[in-house]
């Protein structure tokens, strides 16, 4: 958690929250985490897609090779 933390006081500026209210401030705390969380999930979602992609090029180019095999065996 520590580190969580400390990468949110260099990457989002956690260090700059000057809220006169402590609620004010563990609003402001908390919805730069949810923001830390949202982007992981960005880059996983990202990683996902490009996997799915790679996948599914490597599967029409396997049938598109299918295709002309049987078309010269013919």
Do not use: P, W
């Not at 260099?10 to 705390?29: Q, T, V």
């Not at 992609?53 to 490597?58: R, S």
Request: aromatic share 6%.
């Amino acid at each position: 958690m520590e580190g969580c933390f400390g990468s949110g006081k260099r990457k989002y500026s956690l260090d700059l929250i000057m809220a006169r209210l402590s609620k004010g401030a563990e609003n402001s705390i908390s919805m730069a985490f949810v923001v830390m969380c949202a982007e992981k999930i960005r880059r996983l979602l990202r990683l996902f897609l490009s996997l799915f992609c790679l996948v599914m090029q490597l599967e029409m180019a396997r049938l598109s090779l299918d295709g002309t095999q049987e078309h010269l065996a013919a």
